[in-house]
């Protein structure tokens, strides 16, 4: 699947409708994410954070839990947002969760347009480094 063929605008309001249910009372920095799964599915996550700070949960980590909990398969197009529904980044633990789950070929839809994964990590860690050790 090529950029122009993914329904861009749909994947950005199913990550704003995610990030709606955000769990931030902490931050008060709700985060929402979507992503296209290769079947044709749309999987969706939003952040829940905890008391105990560091083990609160990206977006994306409630999205790639949904991708393998409705039958797995591979994410093609992946959008992030804030709370004003503004494109967000992922940090650095989820784009190596995004890399696992969609590899190179992932297209995010980024401040600077839409980039493959082998551009937000470039030289990434996958599972075939570790075929090799």
């Known amino acids: 699947m090529t950029a122009p063929e993914i329904a861009w605008d749909d994947l950005r309001s199913a990550a704003r409708a995610a990030m709606e249910l955000a769990y931030a009372p902490y931050s008060s920095f709700p985060v929402g994410c ?3 799964v290769d079947d044709g599915r749309v ?3 939003c952040n829940v954070e905890n008391a105990a700070y560091g083990v609160g949960l990206c ?30 980044m992922p ?12 590899g190179p070929e992932l297209l995010l839809w980024t401040a600077r347009g839409v ?7 470039p030289d990434a860690f996958g599972p075939e480094n570790l075929a090799t050790r």
């Open 59 to 88: 977006a994306e980590c409630g999205m790639v839990s949904q991708l393998h909990l409705t039958g797995g398969g591979r994410l093609v197009a992946f959008v992030c947002v804030d709370g004003y529904g503004e494109l967000l």
């Open 43 to 45: 999987v969706s996550g």
């Open 34 to 36: 979507a992503a296209l």
């Open 91 to 102: 940090c650095g633990r989820c784009r190596q969760l995004l890399w696992e789950n969609g």
């Open 115 to 121: 980039v493959p994964m082998t551009e937000v990590l």
